[in-house]
């Protein structure tokens, strides 16, 4: 990757909507140049993906909470209890999970419609075998994508 392919990743993270014609000006170049250098960052699994950012507040999804799990053999666990929470992540509404270094061996970031669903789901989290307790921190505001939400 070159600094050019490294400025249309920059585009395109800021919008995924952006046209080649668009970047193509930005970046003093052709269209069929922009194309080109995509495709090939799409080939070689630099850009996996294009999505839709959306104000999960309007969709019903109130609540914005962090879990951090403890495991009790993280080292053993890890693959395992992460293949069982994220083969339910729609479930749980989890939006991101990571592999930690720590006291903690597992976060979660997830968004869900009110404390009553945030307290069910951690019901089911705290059943998957291997978790051996939580701490759960709920977001009072955050801020993402450029925009403060409630």
Known sequence: MDEID???VGILKKDSR???ESIAKELKTTRQTIHTRVKALKNNNIIIGFTCITD???LGKEVTA????????AASLWKFTAEKLWTRKDEL???EMHHLAGEYDVMIKM??????T?????????SIKGVQRTHTMVCL?????GFLSD
């Open 56 to 58: 999960d507040n309007k």
């Open 141 to 145: 505001s955050s801020f993402e994508y």
């Open 18 to 20: 952006a046209s080649f």
């Open 6 to 8: 490294h400025r249309i």
């Open 66 to 73: 962090v879990i951090l799990i403890m495991l009790d053999r």
């Open 111 to 116: 968004k869900t419609k009110n404390i009553t």
């Open 118 to 126: 945030l307290e069910n789901n951690l019901a089911i989290i705290t």
């Open 93 to 95: 509404e989890i939006v």
